[in-house]
Every structure is written in structure tokens, then in C-alpha cells.
């Protein structure tokens, strides 16, 4: 690929402590791993989280300073553990039976997504080239807004089919507005969870926490209130702002999603100020 596997935006505006972090929105697939991807262009726009990072457009405006990665998750999933593979993604792996972890070897729907086992040399290399760099940025990030500010709040973006789909432990089912993701609470203090709450109920939005999705890796492995870290993972169904079989954006939806995203943004920098 052309570029790095990520940009970093820095606040326009006046600085607040949020981060925005948003793993999962690129599509791209690098020319070096490209013979490993068997998934279609619609299977990897389908498990993309497309358009969070248009969401969060305006964060920047708002003091934010947002992550976003260009590279799709059927390379590397960078809200996943660098350990979460098994054997049939990685040649080595654990026998657990890890479809989608860090390396992709399924879609959610099923079908096949990586073509054979990756050599240990080449699940390193994507570790080295596009992993660990991203999460080396996250960290640098997290740690100058603790430094300036003596706390961080990052702001996980996601989206999230409205049905779980065949994979999901919730195939089927409709799914709420805004999913938070906290790990029960844990990683956040109750004033941004409850914050981010709010400002879904405001929007008429239905919100159920931790369902189906509790936050991965960056929530898991940064949210730490007691070190002044706070992780909330953000899930919003696509049917707020696209068309989830054309793929393509709702007009008028997407505007006002993109409206409640950006206020969002600032409603968690006043709440980390006050």
C-alpha cells in the first residue's frame, strides 16, 4: 500500500483529553498480503466498518485527536490480541478455535476469508509492519493527553451490523441503536459511560450495554480508570446512517448521525474537564 497503515488527525481546535480510535474502517489490502485474501471486495466493505471515520470527521474540530486505521481487518484485526489465532490461521497456532482473531480466516458469514494457513514469518510480518506500529502510536497518544491533562478518554469508534449474522452468538437478532462497551463498567469511569448514555437517549436512540459486544482488545488492554485511562467502546448499527445490502450511505441519516458522533466527541472533552 501506498502511505502508512494509519493516519493520525491532531485537534484543530482547543485540546481536550479524547482520543478517538478507530480500528476497524479501512478496506485496504496491501499488495504483499493480498495472496492470502480470498474474501470478496463486498465481503471485505460488509465486515468493514464503514464510514466511522466520516462519523468522526468533526472530532477534530472538537479537541479530539483521532487514530484511524486505512488497512481491513482480513489482514490484521488491531482490536484483537497479537496471540488470538489458532492453528488454522497461523501454521503453529493453538488448536482454539479462533475464526476471527487477529488473523481473519472467516467471515461473519461464514465463509472463507484467508486461503491457508499463514507461515509464522508471515503473521510476524504483519505484526511488525502494521500491529505493533499502530498500537505504538495508540499508546504515544494515551500518554501525552495523560501527561497534558493528567487523564485520557479514548473514544473506541464502531459500527455494527443490525442482526447478528451467522457467526454471531446473536445470529438473527435486531440489535440496539447504541451498543457501549465497557467490560461490565470496569473500563471507564461511570461520568463517560454515562455520558455517552445520555447522549443517546437524548437522540431517542435505544442503547444496551456490553450486548452484544463488551469492547476488544483496546478496551480490555488500555481501560484502566484507576491509571487515569478510560476506554469506552462506542457500537452503533449500521442502520442508523447506510444501507447495509447497497453499502452505500443513507442521505439525511448520515448527516445527522455524523452530527450526534461529533457532539459526542465534545460532550466526553467536557465531561473529562469538569
Same mark, same amino acid.
Given at each position: ?6 493516519? #493520525? ?5 482547543? !485540546?481536550?483529553?479524547? /482520543?478517538?480510535? /478507530? ?20 465481503? /471485505? ?8 471515520? !466520516?462519523?468522526?470527521? &468533526?472530532?477534530?474540530? *472538537?479537541?479530539?485527536? @483521532?487514530? @484511524?486505521? $486505512? ?11 497479537? =496471540? ?15 475464526? *476471527?482473531?487477529?488473523?481473519? *480466516?472467516?467471515?461473519?458469514?461464514? !465463509?472463507? =476469508? ?11 510480518? *504483519? ?6 506500529? +499502530?498500537?505504538? %502510536?495508540? %499508546?504515544?497518544? /494515551? ?21 447478528? $449474522? ?11 441503536? #447504541? ?7 470496569? =473500563? ?29 482488545? &483496546? ?7 484507576? !491509571?487515569?485511562?478510560? #476506554? ?8 442508523? +446512517?447506510?444501507?447495509? @445490502? =447497497? ?10 448521525? %455524523? ?14 474537564? &469538569?
Amino acid at each position: 500500500m501506498t502511505g502508512a497503515p494509519f493516519v #493520525v488527525f491532531a485537534p484543530d481546535g482547543k !485540546e481536550s483529553p479524547v /482520543i478517538v480510535e /478507530i480500528p476497524h474502517a479501512g478496506v485496504e489490502v496491501p499488495a504483499a498480503f493480498m495472496p492470502d485474501v480470498l474474501a470478496s471486495a463486498r465481503a /471485505i466493505g460488509r465486515d468493514a466498518d464503514l464510514y466511522v471515520d !466520516e462519523l468522526y470527521g &468533526t472530532a477534530p474540530e *472538537r479537541g479530539a485527536s @483521532v487514530l @484511524v486505521a $486505512r488497512v481491513s481487518r482480513y489482514v490484521v484485526d488491531l482490536n484483537r490480541d497479537e =496471540s488470538d489465532f489458532d492453528g488454522q490461521a497461523v501454521e503453529g497456532g493453538p488448536a482454539a478455535h479462533s475464526p *476471527r482473531g487477529v488473523v481473519w *480466516r472467516l467471515t461473519t458469514e461464514g !465463509e472463507r =476469508s484467508l486461503g491457508t494457513p499463514l507461515r509464522r514469518g508471515a503473521y510476524e510480518e *504483519r505484526m511488525k509492519d502494521l500491529y505493533r506500529p +499502530y498500537h505504538a %502510536r495508540l %499508546r504515544e497518544l /494515551i500518554r501525552d493527553k495523560v501527561d497534558r491533562f493528567g487523564l485520557a478518554v479514548v473514544l473506541a469508534g464502531h459500527s455494527m451490523p443490525s442482526l447478528g $449474522r451467522a457467526l454471531h452468538a446473536d445470529q438473527g437478532s435486531p440489535r440496539a441503536d #447504541v451498543v457501549p462497551g465497557t467490560q461490565g463498567r470496569t =473500563s471507564a469511569h461511570a461520568r463517560f459511560i454515562d455520558a455517552v448514555d445520555a447522549h443517546a437517549r437524548q437522540a431517542r436512540l435505544s442503547v444496551a450495554h456490553d450486548d452484544p459486544y463488551k469492547g476488544g482488545f &483496546t478496551t480490555q488492554h488500555y481501560g484502566c480508570p484507576q !491509571e487515569d485511562v478510560h #476506554v469506552v467502546q462506542v457500537e452503533l448499527a449500521r442502520r442508523l +446512517y447506510m444501507d447495509e @445490502v =447497497s453499502l452505500r450511505r443513507i442521505p439525511g441519516r448520515f448527516e445527522t448521525m %455524523r452530527a450526534w458522533c461529533g457532539e459526542l466527541v465534545a460532550k466526553l472533552g467536557r465531561a473529562a474537564l &469538569t
